[in-house]
């Protein structure tokens, strides 16, 4: 049986997300880092990491950037030789490779795959505040946390140390670039839900005999751009 994206996630294309900043407080502190790492599926419904896509941003105007959160990423925003972009240019090239792989797949629309999930889609959801952006298509709240994820399926919720248990290529001294957490973060997540496929055939085929699951219909761009927010 072949296995569709648009029927694994109920309509939602998972597409990792990471993200470095100045600081916790997504109002305030600044955008620095940013990577979006697509999902996509074989027929069989095996996930596999697919293209990433990461820019270095530059700070807002007025953005505060804690020093200790400097200390963390190695980052030095104000470098000369940093090929850092405005948040609304870093914004519109991931969104603009998001919206064409829920076209591609048939889904409504992208939900954020992330490790502490809630801490990247808030400085997403910021930033689009900030920049005004009418065209984002990850939903507004809902995420899948690869810390719950990694805390049920093999007992940690740090990054490096689920990655490490799961067998995953760990480096030290890449973690904390957003790219490199983003691409370790979407191996971790596909391996999580791979290792699920046998319960989620079972719960798909329960899901077909209660008229839950219909045909694929395509998406217009409108509704890839996040008109459904539910």
Same mark, same amino acid.
């Given at each position: 049986?072949?296995?569709?994206?648009?029927?694994?996630?109920?309509?939602?294309?998972?597409?990792?997300? +990471?993200?470095?900043?100045?600081?916790?407080?997504?109002?305030?502190?600044? %955008? %620095?880092?940013?990577?979006?790492?697509?999902?996509?599926?074989?027929?069989?419904? #095996?996930?596999?990491?697919?293209? #990433?896509?990461?820019?270095? =941003?530059?700070?807002?105007?007025? &953005?505060? $950037?804690?020093?200790?959160?400097?200390?963390? @990423?190695? $980052? +030095?925003?104000?470098?000369?030789?940093?090929?850092? $972009?405005?948040? /609304?240019?870093?914004?519109?090239?991931?969104?603009?490779?998001?919206?064409?792989? *829920?076209?591609?797949? !048939?889904?409504?629309?992208?939900?954020?795959?992330?490790?502490?999930?809630?801490?990247?889609?808030?400085?997403? !959801?910021?930033?689009?505040?900030? @920049?005004?952006?009418?065209?984002?298509?990850?939903?507004?709240?809902?995420?899948?946390?690869?810390?719950?994820?990694?805390?049920? &399926? %093999?007992?940690?919720? *740090?990054?490096?140390?689920?990655?490490? =248990?799961?067998?995953?290529?760990?480096?030290?001294?890449?973690?904390?670039?957003?790219?490199?957490?983003?691409?370790?973060?979407?191996?971790?997540?596909?391996? $999580?839900?791979?290792? #699920?496929? +046998?319960?989620?055939?079972?719960?798909?085929?329960?899901?077909? /005999?209660?008229?839950?699951?219909?045909?694929?219909?395509?998406? #217009?761009?409108? +509704?890839?751009?996040?008109?459904?927010?539910?």
């Amino acid at each position: 049986m072949t296995i569709q994206m648009v029927h694994r996630f109920r309509g939602f294309l998972p597409v990792v997300v +990471d993200v470095e900043t100045g600081g916790f407080n997504a109002a305030t502190d600044a %955008l %620095l880092e940013i990577a979006a790492v697509m999902i996509e599926i074989d027929p069989a419904g #095996s996930l596999r990491r697919g293209e #990433s896509h990461s820019f270095h =941003v530059q700070p807002f105007a007025g &953005a505060n $950037i804690e020093p200790a959160a400097l200390a963390v @990423t190695g $980052i +030095d925003p104000y470098h000369p030789l940093r090929p850092a $972009i405005p948040e /609304r240019d870093a914004l519109q090239r991931i969104f603009r490779e998001v919206r064409a792989g *829920v076209r591609a797949t !048939n889904c409504r629309r992208a939900v954020l795959v992330g490790h502490n999930a809630a801490f990247d889609l808030g400085f997403l !959801n910021a930033a689009v505040a900030r @920049t005004d952006m009418r065209r984002n298509p990850f939903h507004p709240f809902s995420c899948f946390d690869t810390a719950t994820l990694a805390g049920v &399926a %093999l007992g940690q919720t *740090v990054l490096a140390k689920a990655a490490v =248990v799961a067998e995953l290529d760990w480096d030290p001294a890449s973690a904390h670039s957003a790219r490199y957490d983003a691409e370790r973060t979407a191996e971790l997540f596909c391996q $999580i839900a791979n290792a #699920s496929r +046998d319960s989620y055939l079972r719960a798909e085929e329960r899901a077909r /005999r209660l008229g839950w699951i219909e045909p694929a219909i395509p998406v #217009s761009d409108a +509704d890839a751009e996040g008109a459904d927010p539910a």
